[in-house]
């Protein structure tokens, strides 16, 4: 698998599945979650509501994913995933993980190829940046080979600079 990491807009990336960093209702919200439901349009909502409706009912659980319909966005899916809020009295770093992992086995499952990911948990659950590329990483590098690319989509260039830092890092 080959890892890019790019500065962007996630809603923009030209790959079969993107990861919504969704809040546990699959409703939409704020950050990267409400820009793929308002870029995408009503079809992702619709199909997060029958989600809900059916096996869902209490919501995605932090660390899993599923998928539906892109609509209006350049990829096919949009693969949902709930991150954990960051802590400094528990170790929710398996849980982080576990959105990366889950995901891949989602984008695997669909066929997909590539996909894109935000740095998740990295923004309102206030994840500090250089762990959250650190867990993206290491649960990154474990994914099956079905996936061949996999791009970090990064909101700005400073955590883009710190996600090279610890790429390099992590190869030395």
């Not at 998928?67 to 802590?87: D, E, K, M, Q, Y």
């Not at 398996?94 to 889950?102: D, E, I, V």
């Not at 250089?130 to 990154?140: C, N, S, T, W, Y």
Request: proline residues 5%.
């Amino acid at each position: 698998m080959r890892i890019e990491l790019v500065t962007g807009d996630i809603t923009t990336e030209d790959v079969d599945a993107v990861v919504n960093a969704a809040n546990s209702s699959l409703l939409g919200g704020g950050g990267v979650d409400g820009a793929i439901h308002r870029r995408g349009g009503p079809a992702i909502l619709e199909e997060c509501r029958a989600l809900r409706a059916s096996k869902f009912g209490r919501g995605l659980p932090v660390g899993q994913a599923v998928a539906t319909t892109a609509g209006r966005l350049p990829a096919r899916w949009v693969i949902h995933t709930v991150g954990p809020v960051f802590s400094t009295d528990e170790d929710r770093a398996p849980l982080l993980r576990s959105c990366y992992t889950s995901s891949l086995a989602v984008a695997a499952g669909l066929g997909a190829q590539s996909v894109a990911f935000p740095l998740i948990s990295s923004g309102v659950y206030r994840w500090p940046k250089e762990d959250a590329v650190v867990q993206a990483l290491a649960a990154l590098r474990t994914g099956p080979a079905a996936v061949q690319t996999v791009r970090l989509v990064l909101f700005d260039e400073a955590t883009r600079r710190t996600a090279e830092r610890v790429f390099q890092a992590d190869r030395d």
